[in-house]
């Protein structure tokens, strides 16, 4: 898949960048995702977890300081050879989420922003099946697909994000702002020189993979951020207190 090498060249080229500007920098992962990621994972000690596109390591960090025993992966080269500086007790592999395999099973299978980097989810779970034990879990997150579905327009001398339309006084259709029904790629950037390709689908789409696949759901969260972020950072608070930014699924593989 032609997306898939531009992002590995693309997290290969700005892995430094990753580790310092974001990875758990950055406030969507420490003020809503990871709280609520590590709320859902609970108590792990000795719990086997891979860690699924482990980026620079830092939440395989996080995993194993709570007393899991951890493993981590990431289609990125260079992620990987900063992952193994910087956290020797860990052991990290290159791999892609879609076919790696190890001969030893995990309790626990963690994946933290990376299936929006898959047109659909059927060959992420089918290969992650395969890396857990009996009954193991797999949670993951993706940026929630409504927040994808917005598009961002200056109107006037206001900037929207938006999802919807505006009809003129007659009833007719004005202009139509998102799509949320059609899945599409995405062009994503995060800095000028750190561009990469997601998949926009649907909670549908996803259900029906899932439901096609050797999970079952056994949770799936809308986190809000933080107490600390309303503190922080009280405008982003006031936007993801009410519009979801994140979406996490809490999945059991069935006996
Ligand atoms: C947004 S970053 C998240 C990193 C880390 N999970 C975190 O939350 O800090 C997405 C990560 O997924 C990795 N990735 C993308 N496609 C992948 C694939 N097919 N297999 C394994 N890792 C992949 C990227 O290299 C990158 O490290």
Redesign the pocket.
Known sequence: MES?IL??NS?NKNAKD?EEK???N?YT?SHI??PAMLNILGDIKGKDII??????G??ANLLYERGANVVG????EE?IKIAKQKYPNINFYV????D?KLEEKFDVAF????AH??PNYKQ?LSNTSVLLKENGEFIF?IIHPIKRAMVKEIVGEKKYTILGNSKLTDGSLDTLYGDYLNSKEMKVKFSDGFK?IHYHTTIGEQIRDILDSDFEIIDFVEPKPTQSAKEEYPDKYEIDSKVPEVLIYHLRKKG
């Open positions: 898939k992002n590995r997290y990753w974001f990875s758990l950055n992962h995702e990871k860690c699924i596109g482990c980026g620079s830092e939440e992966f990431d289609i990125s992620l791999g892609d989420a879609e790696f994946a933290s922003f990376v980097y898959f992420l997150s990469m």
